[in-house]
C-alpha cells in the first residue's frame, strides 16, 4: 500500500483511552505517506504509532484536526512528521515519543495548544531530532 488518507474522521470518547492508535506501522510496513486531515479525534493513545522494522521513510501528515490524547507521534522508525494548523490538547506523554536510534523530521506550524503538553519524550536510544516550523522552539 502506498497512500492512507483519512478525512474529516470524527472519534468522541470522554473517558479511558480506548484505542492504541488511530494509524499503526507494524514492522515490515511499506506504507509511504499517511494523511488525516481535519476532525475531532479523541480517545486515541496516539496519533500515529510506528513500530521498529517499518521500512521506507514513512511520511506522516496531521493538518487541520483537533486532538486531545496523550501522544501524536510514537516513533520507533525513520520518518517525517508533519503537524500543521491542529488544535492539541493534553499532550502529556509528548507530541513527539522515540524508541531507538531513530531519525526524525519534524514540522509543525500553525497548531493552538492547550494544557498539560510536553514536546519530546526519548524513551531509549539516540534519536536524531531535525525540528522545523514555527511552533517549534
Do not use: H
Not at 511499506?30 to 479523541?42: K, M
Not at 480517545?43 to 521498529?52: D, E, T
Amino acid at each position: 500500500m502506498y497512500n492512507i488518507n483519512v478525512f474529516g474522521a470524527g472519534f468522541i470518547y470522554n473517558g479511558a483511552f480506548l484505542f492504541d492508535a488511530l494509524v499503526f506501522l507494524g514492522s515490515g510496513s511499506t506504507v509511504r505517506a499517511v494523511n488525516v486531515s481535519g476532525g475531532y479525534l479523541n480517545g486515541f493513545q496516539n496519533v500515529f504509532k510506528i513500530a521498529s522494522g517499518a521500512l521506507g521513510l514513512p511520511r506522516l501528515g496531521l493538518n487541520g484536526a483537533y486532538f486531545n490524547g496523550p501522544c501524536v507521534g510514537n516513533i520507533s522508525a525513520t520518518c517525517d512528521l508533519s503537524i500543521n494548523d491542529c488544535q492539541l490538547d493534553s499532550c502529556f506523554n509528548a507530541f513527539l515519543r522515540t524508541t531507538g536510534n531513530v531519525t526524525v523530521n519534524w514540522t509543525m506550524a500553525g497548531n493552538t495548544f492547550g494544557g498539560g503538553n510536553t514536546y519530546l519524550v526519548v524513551v531509549s536510544g539516540t534519536p536524531v531530532i531535525n525540528p522545523k516550523g514555527s511552533d517549534v522552539r
